[in-house]
């Protein structure tokens, strides 16, 4: 699953790749458990296994992408 995060006051975003076996969901209640607990950093590992930190008041947005089983490339796509 794709995510891109806008950070405030940087025109960069960070764009990274969720290990398999999130669900949206999943990732979208950790996310909010973590804002509303009132912890400082968010704390996001990707696929990868880099765990990358962002100030929870430096966050903008959160895009959540399509998972693998969503796209759908060439002929047979709808």
Do not use: C, N
């Not at 089983?69 to 709808?78: I, M």
């Amino acid at each position: 699953m794709d995510i891109r995060i806008g950070i405030s006051d940087s025109p960069r975003e960070i764009d990274l790749e969720l290990p398999e076996g999130i669900t949206q969901e999943e990732f979208i209640t950790s996310i909010e458990a973590s804002i509303s607990s009132g912890s400082s950093i968010v704390w996001i590992q990707d696929r990868k296994g880099h765990r990358l930190g962002v100030f929870a008041s430096k966050l903008a947005y959160i895009e959540v992408g399509a998972t693998k089983e969503d796209r759908r490339v060439g002929f047979g796509a709808p």
